[in-house]
């Protein structure tokens, strides 16, 4: 059996896809190729320009103790070895930094869009404590940058599959206390 669990770069696809279709842009079109980013841009920041609409999609792992519990199992493969299963689920943490005159309003709409379309972000889970959108203006090159943040988690039930030995012998030595 294979591992199944997203790579980051599947992941930052999936919220990707699910913010263009929030926002209603075409992913089609080039000018929307660049509204919504994944990461932040490698020359430096900022990258374009104050009253530009651009968006930010920055996924990492959460530290949950509902990361911490791993069930783990095991069944026969042959003779001498077995399948081990672990099974997990691992907390995603998405932080969406939106800049430009509508940087709230977009960050608004995408938080709201959470709760109503989960199979947008399918086979993540949202975890649904997601706090509001924090208007924090940022202030570059002697100007004030519209911004807007939230963060929201996410489940994603990950199995890892490996094939163990048994053993199939151990030495064993009394050594008498001296």
């Keep these: 059996m294979a591992d199944q669990a ?9 919220f990707w896809d699910c913010t ?3 926002l209603g842009l075409d992913p089609s079109k080039k000018e929307n190729q660049k509204r919504i980013r994944k990461g932040y841009p490698a020359e430096g920041a900022p990258a374009w320009q104050r009253t ?3 968006g ?3 996924v990492s792992i959460a530290n949950d103790p509902y990361s911490q519990q791993i069930e783990t199992s095991y069944t026969r493969a042959s003779e ?3 399948n081990q299963l672990s099974s997990y689920t691992r907390v995603l943490q998405v932080q969406w930094t939106f800049y430009g005159p509508s ?3 977009d960050a608004d709409k995408v938080r709201a869009a959470l709760y109503r379309s989960p199979l947008l972000f399918s086979p993540l ?3 649904t404590n997601v706090p509001a959108p ?6 570059f090159g002697g100007q004030w940058w519209e911004r807007t943040s939230f963060t929201a988690n996410f489940n994603e039930k990950v199995v890892r599959s490996s094939t163990v030995n048994y053993i199939e012998s151990a030495e064993i030595k009394v050594i008498p206390d001296r």
């Design 134 to 139: 924090i208007r924090l203006p940022e202030l």
């Design 103 to 105: 940087s709230f309003d």
């Design 6 to 14: 997203l790579s980051l770069s599947e992941i930052q696809d999936i």
């Design 52 to 54: 530009d609409n651009v």
């Design 80 to 82: 001498k070895t077995a």
């Design 20 to 22: 263009i279709k929030i």
């Design 56 to 58: 930010f999609i920055l």
């Design 125 to 127: 889970h949202l975890v």
